[in-house]
């Protein structure tokens, strides 16, 4: 039996952490063209320590197999499979993926995103809400960071904020965006008016998609995007730290000498819970504003001592 030319079969099997590995290899074994990893019962797993690579505690393993394939061609490869890698054939699901435009599925749901009175993020296939606004023009990509998560959202509705009906908070700043992702708050920094944004990473596709997203803003000369310890830079007036509260405890001593007397400090990525003991560890060097939450995450602003 064959599948329509554009439809493309799937096989899950569950897994559990020691068996995820041995199942992965059958899978591909087998010919998948792929495996995705996911969770069975909506277990957080929120931040590893380094060098661990966590698992949930039950795993569904999905294979995804050459489009069209024939289905008795492919319960065939998978009991070869198993037969070779001697293991038994494990209980597996057969389903079916339809095919689809892809982009226009993301499309219907990424829709334009006000952050304060005039700064929106906004997908490329739709115009503007307020064309007169300061607009952010971003598709979902590889890197982290549309605005639709909610701890890029606390920092983009910092950023739109006006103490003012002309200034920004950033106007003429020199900002870093410590963990830049796709680039958006530093896309947003340069848009509001910052004279220099200094975007770094430790991931490299981090690096390339906030280049080229700077460059399709407009402010790519804005934008100096480097790795953390290629960073060379005096002091800031702002830096933007949207990561992971073990990296925001681990550069603490670090961001107290990047930033001048009085520069402001945003730090997110972490839960509320968390913000107690991350504030305990930067009270030594910066003023610190109660935090701001979203759904369960959490946003601390803080000024930086003489």
């Known amino acids: ?16 952490p020691a068996t995820v590995e041995d199942l992965e290899q059958w899978l591909f074994s087998a010919g998948a063209v792929s495996v995705t990893l996911q969770d069975q019962n909506d277990q957080p797993i929120l931040e590893p320590a380094p060098g661990e690579l966590p698992l949930w505690d039950e795993i569904t393993l999905v294979g995804l197999f050459v489009q069209a394939q024939d289905l008795d061609s492919l319960h065939s490869a998978l009991h070869i499979a198993a037969r070779v890698s001697g293991m038994e054939v494990p209980e597996y ?7 689809a435009v892809w982009e226009r599925a993301w499309m219907a749901d990424y829709q334009p995103m006000q952050f ?32 639709t998560h909610a701890t890029t959202a606390l920092c983009l509705d910092w950023l739109g904020q006006k103490t003012d009906k002309t200034r920004t908070p950033l106007k003429g700043a020199t900002v870093i965006d410590y963990g830049c992702g796709s680039g958006v708050l530093a896309i947003a920094a340069a848009k509001l008016g910052a004279a220099a944004v200094y975007a770094v990473d430790i991931d490299d596709q981090a690096l390339i998609a906030t280049r080229q997203n700077a ?10 995007v ?51 003991q991350l504030s305990m560890r930067y009270n030594t060097w910066f003023d610190l504003e109660p935090a701001t939450a979203k759904n369960g995450w959490a946003l601390i602003t803080a000024a930086r001592r003489p």
């Open 215 to 224: 460059a399709d803003n407009g402010v790519f000369e804005k934008l100096l």
């Open 1 to 16: 039996m064959s599948l329509p030319s554009a439809d493309w079969p799937e096989v899950a099997v569950s897994a559990t």
């Open 226 to 276: 480097s790795h953390p310890d290629e960073l060379q830079i005096e002091q800031a007036d702002v830096i933007i730290a949207n990561i992971l509260f073990e990296p925001l405890t681990s550069l603490s001593t670090r961001f107290s000498g990047l930033l001048r007397t009085g520069g402001i400090l945003l730090m997110s990525g972490i839960l509320e819970d968390q913000v107690d």
């Open 116 to 147: 304060g009175p005039a700064l929106w993020v906004c997908p490329s296939h739709q115009p503007p809400p307020d064309p007169s606004a300061v607009i952010v023009h971003l598709d979902p990509g590889l890197a982290f960071g549309t605005g």
């Open 93 to 99: 699901q057969l389903r079916v993926l339809p095919d």
